[in-house]
């Protein structure tokens, strides 16, 4: 079984940075699609951004392209998400997602983290 456990959210002003982090248990880590997909109230879950095994290839959601940036230490199981320039509109849940199939269709990924709330102010 693979757990996600995702920490760094919180409360920042607009313009402000934000660094969350997901710490992954087991051994495959290091094979599996990382991804960070985010839910609004009363909206749908979306995609945000993704990596390879590797860290080689990256996806990322048109909305925070040249803002935030994702990368993955594997000898840590832990994947990041970097965001600069926060905008009200990044305001959500933020979850990390493992072993995805498609690496911006939330339903391809088997495992999910619990979610970290990030608020941001204008």
């Known amino acids: 079984q693979v757990q996600l456990v995702e920490s760094g959210g919180g409360l920042v002003q607009a313009g402000g940075s934000l660094r969350l982090s997901c710490a992954t248990s087991g051994r495959t880590f290091s094979r599996y699609v990382m991804g960070w997909f985010r839910q609004a109230p009363g909206k749908e879950r979306e995609f945000v951004a993704a990596?390879?095994?590797?860290?080689?290839?990256?996806d990322y959601a048109d909305s925070v392209k040249g803002r935030f940036t994702i990368s993955r230490d594997n000898a840590k199981n832990t994947v990041y998400l970097q965001m600069n320039s926060l905008k009200p509109e990044d305001t959500a849940v933020y979850y990390c997602?493992?072993?995805?199939?498609?690496?911006?269709?939330?339903?391809?990924?088997?495992?999910w983290g619990q979610g970290t709330q990030v608020t941001v102010s204008s």
């Open positions: 997602a493992a072993d995805g199939r498609s690496y911006s269709y939330y339903a391809s990924y088997n495992y």
């Open positions: 990596i390879s095994w590797s860290g080689s290839n990256t």
